[in-house]
């Protein structure tokens, strides 16, 4: 069994087709969203800043920041992308500045608890027999005056989640496991996220049954990824950071025409067909819209006149008005009621039958045991369908 990150199955979790993408078929990319190369710069140089303190150097916010402007330099390259078009790089090199003085302000001169590692890695596995082992990094470890061990992660985003998504989040908490394993006598752990854009701590604590919960969730979701043969792509906010456009099948017609001259582009063969379909569609439209006027206009004629058949040039209208027998639908209130009712009777067999949706949905996500959905699938088959949804194309894919 191969070894896991949080980031892979956070990667699986988002989107399958770009974990296989990265991870599977090791298909690698330099390009890098400025959002990730400003984080990876502030965390460098907040290592710095507790690698220097274990030496007893306590660098000034101007040393630090002298630091952080001297990396970015040196790291940065031109497959650096900026998603937000009024942004420059400066800002972004601003920004981090800014983060930067921000935690410094909050925690010098750093002493409030010992450094015991800065971006220490951990690998361990999940379970005693070695099969499901992770690895990862921690930003920093550390203990208090209290002998609370601290598993501290320096946030630079712009989002700040809630109290329950700390407290249910995966990352620290693996990396908690990953500390007892290392040192099993360790007994109090805090995990600490520091969100440098709001100047605020999260801290949240994991009791035993969180942690047994967190590793059988996690060892499930390992299962998964390595039993599944289909990784389909998730669409997402986050498909404007993903390296794969050009291998996606969500995205990869808007990269192939982006850059075509309009001319080229209108004659491309998939944006000609799309706009004839959706010329066709409209024009459909329109027509189903007229003969639902036209058939209200021959019903009420067929009532006002008191005819059946009404005679046109070429072809003639028979006009029906039955009566329909109705019961309450699957969702409606009443139906619970009426099923009990015929189940009472012992006829429920005489009216009832298989819901062939509801048991495909139970069978796709296996939600059965394994030999009934076997023995289902005996009578079962894949069918290919197929569809077409149009929708309007958002301002940033125009
Ligand atoms: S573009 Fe979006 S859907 Fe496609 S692989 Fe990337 S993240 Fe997945």
């Known amino acids: 069994?191969?070894?896991?990150?949080?980031?892979?199955?956070?990667?699986?979790?988002?989107?399958?087709?770009k974990y296989k993408l990265r991870y599977r078929d090791r298909i690698k990319r330099d390009i890098e969203g400025i959002e990730g190369f400003l984080g990876s710069r502030v965390h460098d140089t907040l290592k710095k800043c507790y690698d220097n303190l274990r030496f007893t150097k306590i660098n000034s916010l101007s040393a630090l920041l002298a630091y952080y402007n001297k990396i970015w330099q040196e790291n940065w390259h031109d497959s650096i992308f900026i998603m937000k078009q009024d942004l420059t790089p400066d800002d972004y090199r601003a920004l981090g500045e800014k983060l930067i003085k921000t935690y410094y302000e909050r925690y010098s001169p750093f002493d409030s608890d010992t450094t015991i590692g800065t971006e220490m890695g951990l690998n361990f596995?999940?379970?005693?027999?070695?099969?499901?082992?992770?690895?990862?990094?921690?930003?920093?470890?550390?203990?208090?005056?209290?002998?609370?061990?601290?598993?501290?992660?320096?946030?630079?985003?712009?989002?700040?989640?809630?109290?329950?998504?700390?407290?249910?989040?995966?990352?620290?908490?693996?990396?908690?496991?990953?500390i007892q394993k290392k040192w099993p006598d360790i007994e109090n752990i805090r995990l600490i996220w520091h969100y440098l854009a709001f100047d605020r701590e999260l801290v949240s604590y994991r009791t035993p049954e969180a942690i047994s919960k967190l590793i059988q969730n996690t060892k499930s979701l390992i299962d998964e990824i390595e039993s599944v043969r289909d990784f389909p792509p998730c669409?997402?906010?986050?498909?404007?950071?993903?390296?794969?456009?050009?291998?996606?099948?969500?995205?990869?017609?808007?990269?192939?025409?982006?850059?075509?001259?309009?001319?080229?582009?209108?004659?491309?063969?998939?944006?000609?067909?799309?706009?004839?379909?959706?010329?066709?569609?409209?024009?459909?439209?329109?027509?189903?819209?007229?003969?639902?006027?036209?058939?209200?206009?021959?019903?009420?004629?067929?009532?006002?006149?008191?005819?059946?058949?009404?005679?046109?040039?070429?072809?003639?209208?028979?006009?029906?008005?039955?009566?329909?027998?109705?019961?309450?639908?699957?969702?409606?209130?009443?139906?619970?009621?009426?099923?009990?009712?015929?189940?009472?009777?012992?006829?429920?067999?005489?009216?009832?039958?298989?819901?062939?949706?509801?048991?495909?949905?139970?069978?796709?996500?296996?939600?059965?045991?394994?030999?009934?959905?076997?023995?289902?699938?005996?009578?079962?088959?894949?069918?290919?369908?197929?569809?077409?949804?149009?929708?309007?194309?958002?301002?940033?894919?125009?």
């Open 1 to 17: 069994m191969p070894v896991y990150s949080h980031s892979q199955l956070n990667m699986y979790e988002q989107c399958p087709l």
């Open 125 to 178: 596995a999940l379970d005693d027999e070695n099969k499901y082992r992770m690895t990862g990094y921690l930003d920093r470890l550390s203990w208090d005056k209290d002998d609370i061990y601290q598993i501290h992660d320096y946030k630079t985003s712009a989002h700040l989640p809630s109290q329950e998504d700390a407290d249910n989040d995966r990352q620290l908490g693996l990396y908690h496991i990953g």
């Open 235 to 398: 669409e997402s906010p986050l498909c404007e950071w993903c390296e794969y456009p050009d291998l996606c099948p969500l995205r990869k017609h808007f990269i192939k025409v982006e850059t075509m001259p309009v001319n080229e582009y209108l004659n491309e063969p998939g944006v000609a067909l799309v706009n004839k379909y959706v010329a066709l569609k409209d024009e459909a439209k329109k027509v189903d819209q007229e003969t639902e006027k036209v058939k209200a206009a021959i019903l009420d004629y067929a009532r006002r006149e008191e005819v059946e058949i009404i005679k046109g040039s070429d072809y003639k209208a028979r006009v029906r008005f039955d009566e329909k027998l109705r019961f309450p639908g699957k969702n409606d209130e009443e139906r619970q009621e009426l099923d009990e009712v015929i189940k009472q009777a012992g006829k429920w067999a005489e009216v009832s039958q298989l819901d062939t949706t509801s048991l495909a949905h139970v069978v796709e996500n296996s939600l059965w045991s394994k030999d009934l959905i076997e023995q289902a699938m005996k009578c079962g088959r894949i069918e290919v369908t197929d569809s077409i949804h149009i929708s309007k194309l958002k301002d940033a894919e125009k």
